[in-house]
Structures are given as structure tokens and as C-alpha cells.
């Protein structure tokens, strides 16, 4: 297969082994992004929707957007749920969808001489049924997937210091919903939420590996074209907690104390975005990190490690440790040391280059699969309306230095605006939290 061409109203740039970076968008506003892959066999494509639980305003619908990613492999016009299994089949398809708090992603992975079958079938489910039958039924799945959610510790406790730390913000949203709204939520409501929020010029149809980009704009044209623009991406604004903030959880039958400790980050677009990203790595990396060596390491926690979460226009970075009630009230106190000497230090220069080495592998392993070059694609053009080579990616990640990381950690002081949520056996005295918001559960 040559190299595809570059069409007429499309850009694209070069990268390494004959890789290419495509995009183009039709007259209805959908957004077609593609990287080339000649040495590939395959191909990695999605219908990327710029929406989640953080899109749904009225407690009426929360949970709507993972109900409906379920609800879009029950049926469409022209397909059965069961047509839907068979076709991915036939192909030898592996495909699913998943929803956050600002996505839905609908994805296929298939050998690339299916491309015409997987946008057809792809496209297809852009459009449900939605069948009111087949809504009541599949209700019932949502709410035996809330009440298994229930069961699980981490899940739960994360849920906990979301809705702490975005008190009153839809990214405290949960994704699954709640039992109450998905018991009342009615069918016409999901399709009106479909119309708003699966508007052509919310949609991203990005793909990655061995493929023809003329055919697949040709594809996009006679499938998508004829669909109608509506709401484009979200009125998202700056966030951050105004005060520090502790929920404590007793859970008396469970044997693990869960500590997530949560505060103010770059946003995904920020500038400072790769600064931020090394400093999570030094500070808890899963190898090789402080929280490694000083928790982990030494036998005080079967999880010590720190991460940045970045979101559309404001962000956090968690440390989150499992422990046993004993070690815990210490590791709370190691945890709080190490942000301390952070802030106060900074990052060293050989630890900066090893974050820097790490996250370097990660990108190149990374862009040597087509499944996350192709959310990548999505990802980078939500944040930053552009595309990104690997060779940029990591001349960003090197072009990082000691001085970046202190303007970001003054910036955004690790130090500051504390949101501890504590899941487990323990209450706030055992913890030394005296005065913290505590209930039992």
C-alpha cells in the first residue's frame, strides 16, 4: 500500500517510518484525524463524542452518558443488537466503548482491508435506535453495574474525593449515575441528550494504522455527511477547591486503609502540562519514585504512588496509598513529608532524567500501537487543537527542565488546598484527623 496522498482541504504532517498526520473536516462540522502506519496490517478507528458525565447539568440525567454508550449496541435502524455482534465479528473485530467524565469513545480494532465495514458499522451505531424496550431492559444493567461499583474500595473512595474536591461541579459527577436518576430517567430524555450532545461537530472520527485516507474521507462523506450540527464541546471553566477539605469513611469490616490526597494541577491544555506530568513521576511514579522508595519499598504499603489528572481547563494531581490500619496514621504523615520536601526542593537534576527516560519509553512504546495513537490523535486535538508527532511529543518531554518544574510547583503548590478522603476501618482520632468530616457506612 503507497503512502496516501494529502487531499484538497486536509493538512498533513510527516513523521518517522513513513508515518503521516492527517485531518480534515466536513461541512457538517465532524473532524476526521488520521495517522498512517504503513508498516501495519491493521487499523484502530473510533468515533470519539466530546461528551460525559461532566456534560450532564440536570441531576435528571446523570449517568445518561454511560447509559447511552450502552444503549448505542442495542440496535439501529438498519442493524440488531445481535447484527452489531455478528458484523464486528465477521471481521474479526475487537471492539467496546467507554465513557469518563468528558468522553465517550465508540472503537474498533481490524485488519485494514475491513476499514469500509468498520466505518459503516461504526457510523451506523452513531445513529441508535434507542428503543424504549430495549431502554427498560438495559436499566436494569446499569443498575446492577452501580451496585457491583459499591463493592469495590478504591472505586468508592475515588468517587468520594471527586465529589469532595469538585463539591458542586459537574466533574464531581459520577459517571455511572446514581441509582435514583437511573431509575427515573425516561427514554425521551436520553434521545434529547443524543440530539444535543451526538451533533456532527461534536464527533471525532479518528483513525490510526495501515490505511487509504482517501477512501476513508469518501466513507466519512457518504456515512456522516448528511448528519446535523448542534452543540460543539462545553462551556468548561477554571476550578480550583477554595479551601483544604478532609472526609473520613469508616468502613468497619474492610482490612485496608485507603488515603487519596488531592490538589490543584495544570489543566490539559496548559503550558506547563509536561512540568507538572515529571513531577507526579518523580514524586510517585509506580519505580522508582520518593513514594516508592520511602513507603512502598519498605514494607509500610501495598500501594504508595502520586498522578496527574488533567481536565478540560483546570486539573489535580492524587497521591493514593493502600495500607493496614496500623501503618497508616505514619504513611498519612511520610506522604505529607515528601510533598513537603518537594515543594520546598524541587525535583533533582539525575531524577528529572530518569522521569524524563521513563516517560520518553512510554511515548515510543506508545506510538508504535495504533489503539493509542489513535485516542491520542482525539485527545491532543480536544486539549490543543492540533496533531502531534512522537519525535514532537518528545522534544516537549526533554525541552522540560529543573527550572520548569519549580515555576510549576510555584505555581501550583503541592502543599496547598489539601482534599484527604480516608476509606476504611479506621475513624478521624485513630487517623489523628481530629475535628475531620467523619460517617460510617
Known sequence: MTAPQTPDGASGTNGANGTQLLRHQLPNGLRILGQYMPDLESISVCFHART???????????????FLEHMVFKGTSRRSAEQITLDFNTMG?????????EQT??????????????????????????????????????????????????????????QTYFAGQPLGHDVLGTRESIRDLRVEQMREYWGKRYAAN??????????????????????CGAWASGEEGREAKPYQPKDAATNVIVKPQQQQQILL????????????????????????????????????????????????????TTGMMVAFVSTTPDHAPGV???????????QDDGVQEDELRRAKDKLVSRTVLDGESAF????????????????????????????????DVRHVLDRFPVTEKHILTAYGPLDATALGLDGAKTSSE
Open 52 to 66: 460525559g458525565a461532566r456534560d450532564e447539568h440536570d441531576p435528571a440525567l446523570y449517568g445518561v452518558s454511560h
Open 93 to 101: 473485530a475487537e471492539f467496546n466503548a467507554f465513557t469518563s467524565v
Open 105 to 162: 469513545v465508540y472503537y474498533a480494532r481490524v485488519l485494514h482491508e475491513y476499514l469500509p465495514r468498520a466505518v459503516d458499522l461504526l457510523s451506523d451505531m452513531m445513529r441508535p435506535r434507542l428503543d424504549a424496550h430495549d431502554f427498560d431492559m438495559e436499566r436494569n444493567v446499569i443498575l446492577e453495574e452501580i451496585a457491583r461499583s459499591e463493592d469495590v474500595p478504591t472505586s468508592q473512595a475515588y468517587r468520594r474525593l471527586l
Open 202 to 223: 461534536n464527533l471525532i472520527l479518528a483513525i490510526a494504522g495501515n490505511f487509504d485516507w482517501r477512501l476513508l474521507l469518501a466513507l466519512a462523506e457518504e456515512k
Open 261 to 312: 490526597l488531592a490538589w490543584p494541577s495544570v489543566s490539559m491544555q496548559d503550558k506547563d502540562f509536561y512540568a507538572a506530568h515529571l513531577a507526579a513521576m518523580v514524586l510517585g511514579d509506580g519505580t522508582g519514585s520518593r513514594l516508592f522508595w520511602n513507603i512502598f519499598q519498605k514494607g509500610l504499603a501495598e500501594t504508595a504512588a502520586a498522578s496527574l489528572s488533567p481536565f478540560d
Open 332 to 342: 498519612l504523615e511520610l506522604v505529607r513529608a515528601e510533598l513537603k520536601s518537594l
Open 372 to 403: 493509542s495513537r489513535m485516542q491520542d490523535l482525539a485527545y491532543t486535538w480536544v486539549a490543543e487543537q492540533r496533531l502531534r508527532t512522537i519525535e514532537e511529543e518528545m522534544a516537549e518531554i526533554e525541552r522540560v527542565t529543573v527550572a
